[in-house]
């Protein structure tokens, strides 16, 4: 990826609607200032406040009435792959029912490819996401399972984000179909003391056809124990014990939750309040398996603290588009716009436990999106529609042209 050298301070003003997400600049959780202006300095957002009384910079960058959004943050992603899975989409599509056992196909693709392919197609996809204002994604592995193949595919994300996660629990690989807890043992000694030193999380895919929760238990409590964070894919292929696992063990996030009980629900919203466990929403999955629609609404009604996230992955939902998920969000999930746009940026912050990503106030990162829109509505309301003008990250443009 290209460097550029930051200039020493950077102001971008006359901003239509500026949403900071910091209810101390503006009124509710998105924190709007109206004809607003923005000031960087070392990749750091130093200033904010009216365009009026914006302070000079070096360089200047007239949004022009147009929308400025903290950068999209996408908690969770599986973009380190080879292969294609287009044809098992269209069998889907004609009625075949979606089922974790497609991993195995990228799993003998990636296997099968060199270090250079798998990181050329990662650095595609995560150009594809940034051009869209997508500013921190996380990284998963899973798609190795083998000790040297989980181990590389760390490697490979750790040179793309700082959010890398080892997700050796994905499914149990064919050559321990008679040994899954073997398999365990595997995830939990060698390969975890192989992918740590790369990777910040632990995950684990808590679902049937995948890992019960003892099993999962015990990958998340090895990884806790090996320096790393726990998250958890849970609830996505039917009820299950994968939220209230997460919330046991203190996870940062559980992703999925397609398929919620009251108690579940209760135990998320209970979490919010001690700043728990975050339910990160996968709404491009559904879209792609044509499964019902994870109740937002419940969520937060009750309280509980929810991310919308991308999970790009070659199987159940191959979009880099965070725009999709926030238009899918208030469409099919009766979520506010504010609310979809809340959870793609500051919740997706909550779900990778950062304060300096996720809103623009004074002292975060410069993570920013110029939509080419007057006001954030856009997103839900154009969908499909290109709306990116400009991205910088750390204050580096890095897609677009702000004119």
């Not at 940062?252 to 579940?264: E, F, I």
């Not at 070659?314 to 099919?332: K, N, Q």
């Not at 939509?371 to 890095?398: I, M």
Request: hydrophobic share 45%.
């Amino acid at each position: 990826m290209t460097t550029r050298i930051l200039p020493e301070s950077l102001l971008v003003d006359r901003v239509g609607v500026l949403v900071t997400n910091d209810p101390r600049l503006g009124p509710g959780p998105l924190g709007p200032v109206t004809d607003a202006a923005v000031v960087v300095e070392g990749g750091r957002v130093a200033w904010v406040g009216p365009s009026a009384h914006a302070p000079a910079a070096d360089v200047r960058v007239d949004a022009a009435g147009r929308c400025l959004v903290p950068g999209f943050v996408d908690s969770h992603s599986h973009v380190v792959f080879a292969g294609d899975r287009g044809r098992e989409f269209a069998a889907r599509m004609n009625g075949e029912p979606y089922r974790a056992g497609g991993i195995h196909a990228t799993v003998a693709a990636t296997r099968a490819a060199t270090d250079a392919e798998l990181r050329a197609n990662a650095v595609r996809l995560l150009r594809e996401a940034r051009a869209q204002g997508t500013t921190t994604l996380e990284v998963k592995t899973g798609y190795g399972l083998t000790v040297a193949d989980e181990e590389r595919s760390a490697r490979i994300a750790a040179r793309l984000t700082d959010e890398v996660t080892f997700l050796g629990a994905h499914v149990v690989p064919p050559e321990y179909a008679d040994d899954p807890a073997g398999y365990v043992d595997l995830v939990t000694g060698p390969m975890l003391a192989a992918c740590a030193p790369h990777a910040r999380w632990i995950d684990v895919f808590c679902e049937r056809g995948a890992f019960d929760a003892d099993a999962a238990r015990a990958v998340l409590t090895a990884g806790r124990s090996g320096g790393l964070l726990a998250r958890v894919h849970g609830n996505q292929l039917g009820p299950g014990p994968g939220v209230r696992l997460a919330v046991e063990l203190g996870a940062a996030s559980v992703d999925h939750c397609t398929h919620l009980d009251a108690a579940d629900v209760a135990a998320l919203a209970d979490s919010a309040s001690a700043g728990g466990t975050v339910a990160t929403l996968l709404l491009g999955v559904e879209f792609s398996t044509r499964q019902p629609y994870p109740d937002a609404r419940a969520l937060l009604d009750a309280g509980a603290v929810v991310a919308l996230a991308g999970d790009c992955n070659p199987g159940s939902c191959f979009t880099s588009s965070i725009a999709l998920c926030i238009a899918l969000a208030v469409r099919e999930m009766r979520m506010s716009p504010d609310e979809a746009l809340w959870a793609a940026t500051a919740g997706g912050a909550a779900a990778l436990r950062r304060a300096d990503i996720g809103h623009l106030g004074v002292g975060a990162r410069a993570d920013m999106l110029l939509l080419d829109a007057p006001d954030p509505v856009y997103l839900a309301y154009r969908p499909g529609v290109p709306q990116t003008a400009a991205v910088w990250k750390d204050g580096d443009l890095v897609a677009g042209d702000p004119g």
